[in-house]
Structure formats: structure tokens, C-alpha cells
């Protein structure tokens, strides 16, 4: 992965019978040979490259202490649902069916760069949740503030 990959940008592509789906062209060079699949927040499948998810979930993960209540729950919620996977020739990426249970996953899907990672929703899920965020976005008074 190029260390100036973004990812960015909305896509619908649909889940094939075998849980493969077809991630968009311009993101295939930037996830590189090995990605991590894993569960996410809000019910959505989250897709890194797997330098990405070793630098953000891994090593944090492993670095944080065995007693803490909120370490375990994460290790098991991100590292224990863990795949990794690569793209076929086609660029095509298989979801394991227990993540796709996780997200609702059937055939149509949204495909939503984060920068860094990508989100995978299905796309009744998703059009909630965007709902949601136009109202937070809506709500932010943001006269003369600088918010990023």
C-alpha cells in the first residue's frame, strides 16, 4: 500500500452468491495484496489493507493490558472476527459469511471509503445511518468554527 492511499467516495456494488464483492477499481491498488476483514461499529464490515490494521487495531490491541474489561471486549470484537483475505483477479473480496451475518450483508451493498480503512454496509443499514449523520451535520452550529 502507498503510504499516500486514501480511500474516498460512495459505491454500490452487490455481494455475489458466494459473499464475494467487487471493491471499486481505484481502491484495489491502494489495499495491496493482504487485507483484514472485520467487524465494525453501527453493524457495518470493516475493510483495511492489512499494514493499515496492524498499525491501527493490531499493535494497539496487543499493547493494551489483559486486565482491562475494554481491551478484551475489543481484541474480541476486532482480532476475533478477523479474515484475512486477498482480492481475486477480478478484484473481487469474499466476506466470510459470519461477517456478513454480522452486517445484514445480502446482495445490495455500500461501499464507503474512510480515508484510511473502508466501510461495507448493506444498503438499507446505510441509508439509516446517513440519515442520521445529515441530521448531526445538520445540528453543528458551525458559524466560525473550525471543526476538523
Not at 482491562?68 to 482480492?87: D, F
Not at 459470519?98 to 443499514?125: F, M, P, S
Amino acid at each position: 500500500m502507498d503510504a499516500a492511499a486514501e480511500f474516498l467516495g460512495i459505491h454500490t456494488p452487490r455481494l455475489d452468491d458466494k459473499g464475494r464483492l467487487i471493491l471499486p477499481a481505484r481502491f484495489r491498488d491502494d489495499l495491496g495484496d493482504k487485507i483484514v476483514v472485520t467487524k465494525g461499529p453501527d453493524r457495518c464490515v470493516l475493510i483495511y489493507p492489512y499494514a493499515e490494521f496492524r498499525t491501527r487495531i493490531l499493535d494497539p490491541l496487543a499493547a493494551g493490558t489483559s486486565a482491562s474489561r475494554n481491551v478484551r471486549a475489543l481484541r474480541r470484537a476486532y482480532l476475533g472476527n478477523a479474515s484475512t483475505e486477498t482480492l481475486d483477479r477480478q478484484g473481487r473480496v469474499t466476506i466470510p459469511p459470519a461477517l456478513r451475518t454480522w452486517g445484514g450483508l445480502d446482495k445490495d451493498c455500500v461501499v464507503i471509503g474512510q480515508g484510511t480503512y473502508i466501510e461495507l454496509w448493506d444498503r438499507a443499514a446505510y441509508e439509516q445511518i446517513e440519515q442520521d449523520s445529515d441530521d448531526v451535520l445538520g445540528s453543528l452550529d458551525v458559524e466560525g468554527a473550525i471543526l476538523f
